[in-house]
């Protein structure tokens, strides 16, 4: 018997569970963080909520730092994660992923009163850059040539470092940038546009077909029904499912 229960689908888990095991950091606004009140919140904390729904079960949140993430996945510490997880071709060999929910662009974050030239790789030779532990931005800036990458657990930490000057620049999701003009008091802003547009995705434990199917049907029904767009809309004032005009 024990083969068999071993080969159940995750779908059937849930549901006799009752709760999907969503994790996120809860440290990435404006995609999942605590409010004021201490409750978790954010675009990401929304849709994992309303995927939860649609399955039929309650939504059960779990935050860890980023880089853990993906081994507490591995290890089923949660069923999946809900935050802004690129679907790359590395990460796919471990786990498998849901149908594309946002499509954005790694961008620099620079200081607001930043006036050297930093639009290009090539602008950030000698400089230090901070990223996110584990993330695919620090993939990215450990491949410019000449960067020195400080890696952090995650956004609130290399943010301060560079609001005091500790580094010259950091990359993350350009979805990031709006948020923090409008709700942080931290001296920064956007930069240039740096990589290749990428697709973020669900990624959950491998052979699971009726989950996966479950969870592909869930996002394309909150697209079709609106629920989708009014999250996005209330979080970032467009559909983030949609690439912008010019192709980023």
Known sequence: MAPAAHAADLLDEVKARGTLRIACEGTYPPFNFKNEKGELTGFDVDIGKAIAAKLGVKPEFTTTEWSAILA?????????????????????????FSSPYVISYPQLIVRANETRKLDTAADLKGKKVGVGQGSNFAKLAQGIAGVEVRTYPGAPEYLQDLATGRIDAAINDSLLIPYLKAKTRLPVKAGAAIGKPESNAIPFRKGNPKFQAAIDKALDDLKKDGTYAKISTQWFERDVSQPLAGGQ
Do not use: S
């Not at 510490?77 to 471990?94: C, W």
């Open 72 to 96: 507490g996945l591995q290890a089923g510490k949660y069923d999946v994660i809900v935050n802004q997880v690129a679907a790359t071709d590395e990460r796919r060999q471990t786990f498998d």
